[in-house]
């Protein structure tokens, strides 16, 4: 299986701040990455697909960079309503694999 | 609006069996692709399987650590898909979500989870 490895496991910050989260790939996978965000309590919500397309209805302070085996998640201005946890996808195998999430605390 | 809602879940000793459903609407059920994902308490998110359709013959896959031992299938008559979970052990407690997997040109490769349920429980001890 191609393991995710994400980078911070846990960034505090504040209302307004850029945030940056890294997810490394231990093999290439193109462009085949999703980033999802996850609430307490509630299911994960995509929000970036094929590494750097946002999907749907996400705000455009939310962006992806990346191809190969290194991948970021951007937030240009941090919201009240982003503190969640964060996960990477791979989906360029038959078996995806997922990094281990980074929680975005309130600093 | 999509929607998907699974459910099943429960309390059921090591080396039981437990099937959970997931009733989808708002969508194309017999032309999608469908996943389950599990995330144990406090952890983080694993692929558990996938459905193809029935273009793709319903041809299912599995992750290593439940192969063999959970099998999933589908109703396309019923918009439903299942996951049996057979020979349930302590490390398969986990919240249970069902997921609809999209791919092709638009999103480059398959497995993409662009909906999810709200999940369902399933606790595994004695």
């Known amino acids: 299986d191609i393991q995710m490895t994400q980078s911070p496991s846990t960034l505090s910050a504040s209302v307004g701040d850029r945030v940056t989260i890294t997810c490394r790939a231990s093999?290439?996978?193109?462009?085949?990455l999703a980033w999802y965000q996850q609430k307490p309590g509630k299911a994960p919500n995509l929000l970036i697909y094929?590494?750097?397309s946002l999907q749907s209805g996400v705000p455009s302070r939310f962006s992806g960079s990346g191809s190969g085996t290194e991948f970021t998640l951007t937030i240009s201005s941090l919201q009240p309503d982003d503190f969640a946890t964060y996960y990477c996808?791979?989906?360029?195998?038959?078996?995806?694999?997922f990094g281990q999430g980074t929680k975005v605390e309130i600093k | 609006e999509v929607q998907l809602v699974e459910s099943g879940g429960g309390l059921v000793q090591p080396g039981g069996s437990l099937r959970l459903s997931c009733a989808a609407s708002?969508?194309?059920?017999?032309?999608?692709?469908m996943d389950w994902v599990r995330q144990a308490p406090g952890k983080g998110l694993e692929w558990v399987g996938r459905?193809?359709?029935?273009?793709?013959?319903?041809?299912?896959e599995y992750a290593a650590s439940v192969k063999g031992r959970f099998t999933i299938s589908r109703d396309d008559s019923k918009n439903s898909l299942y996951l049996q979970m057979n020979s349930l052990k302590t490390e398969d407690t986990a919240v249970y979500y069902c997921?609809?997997?999209?791919?092709?040109?638009?999103?480059?490769?398959?497995?993409?989870?662009?909906?999810w349920g709200q999940g369902t429980l399933v606790t595994v001890s004695s």
């Open positions: 094929k590494a750097s």
């Open positions: 708002g969508f194309t059920f017999s032309d999608s692709y």
């Open positions: 459905s193809r359709n029935k273009a793709n013959t319903y041809t299912t």
């Open positions: 093999q290439s996978i193109s462009s085949w």
């Open positions: 996808q791979q989906y360029n195998s038959y078996s995806p694999t």
């Open positions: 997921a609809r997997s999209v791919g092709g040109h638009d999103y480059g490769g398959l497995g993409v989870l662009d909906y």
